[in-house]
C-alpha cells in the first residue's frame, strides 16, 4: 500500500509514474479483477465537494494519481508533498513503451469524438506495434443514461478482451461511468484519461514540455480552447481558492478522525 496525501478530501497516493505503471502492468499479469485510476486536477477538487458520486467513484479507485500542477503545489506548500505528477496524458504513453518493451498490451478505447478513437488506434499501432487496440468507441451525447446501450458496450468491451481500457469522457462523466460499471467489466485497468485520446489522436495539441514543467499546461488548454473551457476554469478559479485557505486552516487544528482506508 502506497503512501497517501489527503488533500480536498481526496486520498491521493504518492507514487512516481514508474511506480504507477509497474503497478498497472501487474494488475494486468494477475487479472484479478476490475481496477480503475483516477487522475485528480483542479476541477476534480472542486467537484468531488458538491459532488456525491464522484466521492464514491474516489472511495472505490483502486489508484487515485495527480494530474494537475496547482494540486503538486499546494500539497508541497501544505507540507505533504507528493513525489511527480502522474496525468493520464503521460501515463497512457508511458504505460504503452514499458509493454512494448515486455509482455505487449490489448487496449480498448471509449470516448472522444468520431472517428478520433480510430486515429488514436492507428498512431498507436504505428509508435508502439506490441500495443494492440482491440476496440474504439466513441459513445453518443446523453449515452450514459440509456441502460441497454451501456449493457451491450460493457459486452462489446468485455467480448474484446482488452488488458487495459482508457476512458476519455472528461469529468465527472467518466469516473462516474466506470464506477458504475466496474463490476460488469472483465477488464483488468481501467484508466479515467480526459482528453488523453484525443491527443495520442492528434486530434488535440498537447503543452509543450517547458510549459508542463512549469505548471502552465492549464493555461495551453485554456487558450486552444477557450469557448469550451473558459467556463469551467472561471468557476474553478472563483472555488479552489476557498478550497486551498479551508484546507490550510484545517492544518492548523489538531486532527479529529483519520480517514478509512480504500480499497485496491
Ligand atoms: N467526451 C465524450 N463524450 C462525452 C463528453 C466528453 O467522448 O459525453 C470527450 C470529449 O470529446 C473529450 C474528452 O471527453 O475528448 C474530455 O476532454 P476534457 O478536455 O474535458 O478532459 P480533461 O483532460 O480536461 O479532463
Redesign the pocket.
Known sequence: MSRQVSLFGMQIDALRMDEVVAQLLTWVAARERCRYVVTP?V?HAVLFQEHAGLRQAYADAALIVP?GAPLMLVARWLGRPLPERVP??DLVPALFAAAQVRQGLKVYLM???TG?GQRAAENIQRVWPRVEVVGVC??P????QDEAYNQALVRQINDAQPDVLLV????P??ELWVQHHSAGLRVPVVLC??????FLAG??RRAPVWLRRIGLEWLF?LAS?PR??WR?YARDACRFPLLVWREWRATRRPKALTPAPRSS
Open positions: 486536477n476541477q494530474d493520464g496524458s470516448g472522444a469524438a478520433v466513441s459513445p451525447l446523453g449515452f450514459e476519455g469522457l472528461g469529468a462523466k467518466q484519461v480526459g482528453a488523453a485520446i484525443d486530434h488535440k488548454r480552447e469550451r473551457l469551467r
